[in-house]
T-cell receptor
Framework: GESVGLHLPTLSVQEGDNSIINCAYS??????FIWYKQESGKGPQFIID?????DKRQGQRVTVLLNKTVKHLSLQIAATQPGDSAVYFC???????????FGKGTMLLVSP | DGGITQSPKYLFRKEGQNVTLSCEQN?????MYWYRQDPGQGLRLIYY???????QKGDIAEGYSVSREKKESFPLTVTSAQKNPTAFYLC?????????????FGDGTRLSIL
């Protein structure tokens, strides 16, 4: 079947490198942001989230940075592993809204 | 284990046929969502429901219908009016209607035209 990654921007890294995946958003009212990881044939998995009152949030091997001035969100993955290969989506929603708006995604390819 | 179960994993539709995709969750979540995913695209919202017996249209509701008779179930019907139904369909849920909650996803149903 077709891959969800068809025609997506792709980031190729070597195992052990740090990866940075970027996401731009357009709504200045966006208040809540999420990063998801989607492996082929599966549903998206939650990675990390951040509210607009924060600039940075860290998880296990992942960090999300939010720059509200330029409406930019990034996901940093430390010591990238082959198992990190997937499509990564950002999603956002304004304060009080009950639905998310998803970006188109970035494919991360990690070679051993 | 708690989670979201979508079935079937693969589904084929004949011309003029309605088909129903199942989504069941045992997370005791209030809100449920249906998305469509096409290759190279982000997820697009079809319908969502924040409470039993109530649902709202998303961005691409035309050609689809839903029901929410039970908290744990949110089936999606792809009707014959949907002329381009081939896609990957994802169901999600959140604990409550608060906006700052991550949505949890099932593993999808891939629908194709025969």
């Amino acid at each position: 079947g077709e891959s969800v990654g068809l025609h997506l921007p792709t980031l190729s890294v070597q195992e052990g490198d740090n990866s940075i995946i970027n996401c731009a958003y357009s709504n200045s009212a966006s208040d809540y942001f999420i990063w998801y990881k989607q492996e082929s044939g599966k549903g998206p998995q939650f990675i990390i989230d951040i509210r607009s009152n924060m600039d940075k949030r860290q998880g296990q091997r992942v960090t999300v940075l939010l720059n509200k001035t330029v409406k930019h969100l990034s996901l940093q993955i430390a010591a990238t592993q082959p198992g990190d290969s997937a499509v990564y989506f950002c999603a956002e929603t304004p304060l009080g809204y009950s639905t998310l708006t998803f970006g188109k995604g970035t494919m991360l390819l990690v070679s051993p | 284990d708690g989670g979201i179960t979508q079935s079937p994993k693969y589904l084929f539709r004949k011309e003029g046929q309605n088909v129903t995709l199942s989504c069941e969750q045992n997370l005791n979540h209030d809100a449920m969502y249906w998305y469509r995913q096409d290759p190279g695209q982000g997820l697009r919202l079809i319908y969502y429901s924040q409470i039993v017996n109530d649902f709202q249209k998303g961005d691409i509701a035309e050609g689809y219908s839903v029901s929410r008779e039970k908290k744990e179930s949110f089936p999606l019907t792809v009707t014959s009016a949907q002329k381009n139904p081939t896609a990957f369909y994802l169901c999600a849920s959140t604990h409550d209607r608060a906006y700052d909650q991550p949505q949890h996803f099932g593993d999808g149903t891939r629908l194709s035209i025969l």
